[in-house]
Nanobody, 122 residues
Framework: QVQLVESGGGLVQTGGSLRLSCAAS????????VGWFRQAPGKGREFVAL???????YYADSVKGRFTISRDNAKNTVYLQMNSLKPEDTAVYYC????????????????WGQGTQVTVSS
């Protein structure tokens, strides 16, 4: 079993940047694919980005070219670098770990963090 803790959220102006971290404990994160999801107020949780065990990356169309997912297995951490932020990026961001390969739905992940709030002001 792996425990995940997100950090790095906050308040930023439109066009700004944030880097989210997803720190794992309990097991080494290199055994898992890790996804980032987000949930805006009144909306469902949506896929943002995924990095597989082999470090292949996948992105939602809405963030492609602005967000970058990466992993540092030595630090047992996955990152989400978010640039050119927009008000519509405002949401609680969650990281999740799973072993089912390239999966864009929540059901494909077994372990979830508690989330970190990102607010982008206009």
């Amino acid at each position: 079993q792996v425990q995940l803790v997100e950090s790095g959220g906050g308040l930023v102006q439109t066009g700004g940047s944030l880097r989210l971290s997803c720190a794992a404990s309990g097991r080494t994160i290199d055994a898992y694919g890790v996804g980032w999801f987000r949930q805006a107020p009144g909306k469902g949780r949506e896929f943002v980005a995924l990095i597989t065990k082999s470090s292949s990356t996948y992105y939602a169309d809405s963030v492609k070219g602005r967000f970058t997912i990466s992993r540092d297995n030595a630090k047992n951490t996955v990152y989400l670098q978010m640039n050119s932020l927009k008000p519509e990026d405002t949401a609680v961001y969650y990281c999740a770990a799973g072993t089912r390969g390239v999966v864009y739905s929540m059901a494909g992940y077994d372990y979830w963090g508690q989330g970190t709030q990102v607010t982008v002001s206009s």
